[in-house]
Nanobody
Framework: QVQLVESGGGLVQAGGSLRLSCAAS????????MGWFRQSPGKEREFVAS????????IDGDSVKGRFTISRDNAKNTVYLQMNSLKPDDTAVYYC????????????WGQGTQVTVSS
């Protein structure tokens, strides 16, 4: 069973950038498709991005296209989410997870990291 730990969240002004990291342990990371989703109070879970096991296929959610980029480093068992041009609507807890059914169904995820974007 893979364990996932997200980091890199924080408070940033609108227009700023953050890079989230997700470190995996206890599984065969390089064989998993990985992804990110987010959730904020009162809103449904929202898919953000996913990446296949080789890093060759990327899927972005509609609300983050052109602003967020998912990547991975299999040597480091880590998946990243580079977030640029942040907006207050991006405020949420961000979770990384293992994709159970490509491209958007998650099978397991970490504890999340809070991202707050101030206007």
């Amino acid at each position: 069973q893979v364990q996932l730990v997200e980091s890199g969240g924080g408070l940033v002004q609108a227009g700023g950038s953050l890079r989230l990291s997700c470190a995996a342990s206890g599984g065969t990371f390089s064989s998993y498709a990985m992804g990110w989703f987010r959730q904020s109070p009162g809103k449904e879970r929202e898919f953000v991005a996913s990446i296949d096991w080789r890093g060759g296929i990327l899927i972005d959610g509609d609300s983050v296209k052109g602003r967020f980029t998912i990547s991975r480093d299999n040597a480091k068992n880590t998946v990243y989410l580079q977030m640029n041009s942040l907006k207050p609507d991006d405020t949420a807890v961000y979770y990384c997870g293992v994709i159970r059914s490509w491209p958007k169904e998650f099978g397991s995820w970490g504890q999340g990291t809070q991202v707050t974007v101030s206007s």
